[in-house]
């Protein structure tokens, strides 16, 4: 009865249009009038103990961080690094898109923000080299979607935060796995291009002089994930302290060092910045509400009792409830799916005894995959917007770059130490 008052209650809200906060909000209220504990002073609280998070603190700045990398030329300076190094091989340019992907992804940990840089430079690129333009944008759509598995990631943030899980675990536990579907990209791509005949109009393959030139305009904005990684590695700041430092290199760099960014920029740019920070905050918050009242109402418990046969099969576990949220991921963005599945599953996967650093890489890499998933996919709807290709025919063009992810979601799960040893060693 409660489950099923939960569900519907959210899914009924949000199918008749109700924006996503404000049903985890009507979700939290049907909740406590049915266990009979309704006081909005009780809502008030958790809203504001919801916000309160020094963790939390890191979204802004890495928001603020990917907005200033846009805007400053961080963003084209690793296109044009990537280009010198593959853009003369066959399928070059797509090679050129999956790279400056990962890269972009340890700069920004947003996907939105990478689609919107992506799409913008590669795109037309793409198009004009022959490519199909559908499979260009899909491309560049997946490539988009490896920034919340790379740290800094906004993704992991939050799910730490929620699940109450080390963040700089999860932040070197994603780098692998992050890798790992770069290079099923890759495979995806080059199985795409390989008899394609219009991708014989490859790149001018520059010399050493030039690639040595890329490397060094680019090499301000590639020492951003070293700085970040290393210092992490090392402890020397926390992925909040990352996050600050972040979002003052990256505004060093644009302002002093590549000068396109000027200061009469940066009013618009903080404004766009804390517009994107509320909408995330006020999500955090409703669903921080929804997480106190689903620990009251022991859902988990509840849960728990559901997957009972799995209890002792934590594979097949695990495979169930990447299924399951793959469904739930379709019709829902990523940060309210992360809010609203994490306290439910963190303890159903702690009582099979997985380790819920494991479980959070694979769960956010599940709904970084639903970023380019009909109908909600938001980057879908980010790539589409900026490339002008419609929705119907960028899912036909994205359509063996998903499966690739999945592909590489289904391989975490089955073997799970290709998550955990690297982790391990990095942590060390």
């Known amino acids: 009865m409660t489950i099923g008052l939960f569900l519907g209650t959210l899914l009924g809200t949000m199918a008749i249009g109700v924006?996503?906060?404000?049903?985890?909000?009507?979700c939290a209220v049907a909740l406590m009038w049915h266990l009979d504990l309704f006081d909005a002073q009780i809502i008030a609280q958790n809203i504001l103990n919801g916000a309160d998070s020094f963790a939390l603190m890191a979204v802004p700045f890495f928001l603020l961080a990917g907005e200033i990398m846009n805007a400053g030329g961080l963003s084209k300076r690793i296109v044009r690094i990537a280009l010198a190094l593959v853009g003369h091989i066959r399928g070059g340019l797509g090679y050129v898109t999956i790279m400056a992907g990962c890269v972009?992804?340890?700069?920004?940990?947003?996907?939105?923000?990478?689609?919107?840089?992506?799409?913008?430079?590669?795109?037309?690129?793409?198009?004009?080299a022959g490519h199909d333009k559908p499979t260009s944008a899909g491309l560049v759509a997946a490539a988009s979607?490896?920034?919340p598995v790379i740290p800094p990631s906004i993704g992991l943030i939050v799910f730490g935060v929620a699940g109450g899980v080390s963040i700089t675990k999860l932040f070197l536990a994603g780098i692998?796995?992050?890798?790992?579907?770069?290079?099923a990209l890759a495979a995806a791509w080059w199985f795409v291009v390989r008899n394609s005949e219009d991708q014989m109009q490859t790149q001018a393959r520059v010399g050493a002089r030039e690639r040595l030139r890329a490397l060094a305009e680019g090499f301000w904005a590639l020492m951003l994930p070293v700085i970040i990684i290393v210092g992490l590695r090392m402890g020397v700041f926390t992925p909040t302290e990352a996050a600050v430092v972040a979002a003052v290199?990256?505004?060093?760099v644009a302002v002093c060092i590549y000068r396109e960014l000027a200061i009469k920029d940066l009013y618009a740019i903080f404004l766009d910045t804390a517009r994107a920070t509320s909408i995330v905050m006020f999500l955090i918050a409703a669903a921080l509400v929804?997480?106190?009242?689903?620990?009251?109402?022991?859902?988990?418990?509840?849960?728990?009792?559901?997957?009972?046969?799995?209890?002792?099969h934590p594979t097949l576990l695990m495979l169930a409830i990447m299924l399951l949220i793959v469904a739930i991921c379709t019709c829902m963005d990523m940060i309210p799916a992360i809010l609203i599945l994490t306290p439910v599953l963190i303890p159903v996967i702690k009582e099979a005894g997985i380790d819920p650093v494991y479980f959070g890489v694979l769960f956010?890499?599940?709904?970084?995959?639903?970023?380019?998933?009909?109908?909600?996919?938001?980057?879908?709807?980010?790539?589409?917007?900026?490339?002008k290709t419609s929705i119907e025919a960028l899912?036909?063009?994205?359509?063996?770059?998903?499966?690739?992810?999945?592909?590489?979601?289904?391989?975490l799960v089955l073997f799970p130490s290709l998550v955990m040893v690297p982790a391990n060693w990095f942590s060390r």
């Open 145 to 147: 979607c490896i920034a």
């Open 249 to 252: 290199y990256s505004l060093f």
């Open 364 to 387: 956010i890499l599940n709904c970084s995959i639903s970023l380019i998933t009909p109908p909600v996919g938001s980057v879908l709807n980010v790539v589409a917007g900026s490339s």
């Open 176 to 183: 692998v796995p992050g890798l790992m579907l770069g290079l």
């Open 104 to 128: 972009l992804a340890a700069l920004s940990g947003s996907a939105v923000a990478d689609a919107a840089a992506l799409a913008a430079l590669m795109v037309p690129m793409m198009t004009r």
């Open 19 to 26: 924006p996503i906060a404000f049903a985890l909000l009507l």
């Open 290 to 312: 929804v997480a106190w009242l689903v620990n009251i109402a022991d859902l988990p418990g509840m849960v728990v009792d559901l997957v009972e046969p799995f209890m002792d």
């Open 395 to 411: 899912v036909k063009g994205v359509w063996p770059f998903l499966l690739a992810m999945l592909c590489v979601l289904f391989l």
